[in-house]
C-alpha cells in the first residue's frame, strides 16, 4: 500500500500541547507538500456562567468565541514557520473530537495530529480524553504528540 500523505488536520486550543502538534503537523505537511488545516473548536459553553447566573446573549457570547478562536489561530500561524505550506484555518463550535473526526471526513485527511494534554480523571472516567475518542473515531490515522 503506498501512503500519500495530500491533507493533514491538527487541533489547535492554545495549549503547549497542541503548539507541539501543529509543530509536527506543519513539518510533516511540508514534507510531503500537502495541505496544512489548522482547526479549533470551542466546546458550546452550557453552563460557563454558573447556577445563578444568566447566559450572555447570543450575540455577546459569539462575538467572544470568535475573538477567541481567531486569537488562538492568529497565534499559532505566527509561531509556524509555513512559507511555501498551502494551509488554512477553520473555526468549529461544538464537541471537539466529532467537529474534528468531521473536518476530517469533509477534506479528505490522510493524517490528524493532535496533542495528548491530561484531562482530570472524572473527566477520562465519563468522557474519555479527546486523544483517546479521536483514535477510536477518526477516519485516517492520529498521531498523537506527548
Known amino acids: 500500500m503506498d501512503w500519500q500523505v495530500n491533507t493533514v488536520v491538527t487541533g489547535v486550543d492554545g495549549s503547549e500541547g497542541s503548539r507541539r502538534a501543529a509543530e509536527h503537523a506543519a513539518a510533516i505537511a511540508r514534507h510531503w507538500s500537502a495541505k496544512l488545516l489548522l ?20 450575540e455577546a457570547l459569539s462575538a ?48 490528524l495530529v493532535i496533542g495528548r494534554r491530561g484531562a482530570g480523571l472524572a473527566e477520562r472516567i ?12 477518526a477516519p485516517c490515522p492520529v498521531l498523537i504528540i506527548p
Open 39 to 58: 482547526v479549533t473548536v470551542v466546546r458550546t459553553p452550557e453552563g460557563w456562567w454558573g447556577i445563578g447566573g444568566a447566559p450572555p446573549s447570543p
Open 64 to 111: 467572544a468565541l470568535i475573538e477567541g478562536q481567531q486569537k488562538i489561530l492568529s497565534e499559532i500561524e505566527g509561531h509556524l514557520e509555513l512559507d511555501g505550506i498551502e494551509h488554512e484555518t477553520v473555526e468549529e463550535l461544538g464537541d471537539p473530537v466529532s467537529r474534528l473526526v468531521d473536518v476530517c471526513d469533509e477534506n479528505d485527511a490522510d493524517l
Open 126 to 137: 465519563i468522557l474519555g480524553s479527546v486523544a483517546d475518542r479521536l483514535c477510536h473515531m
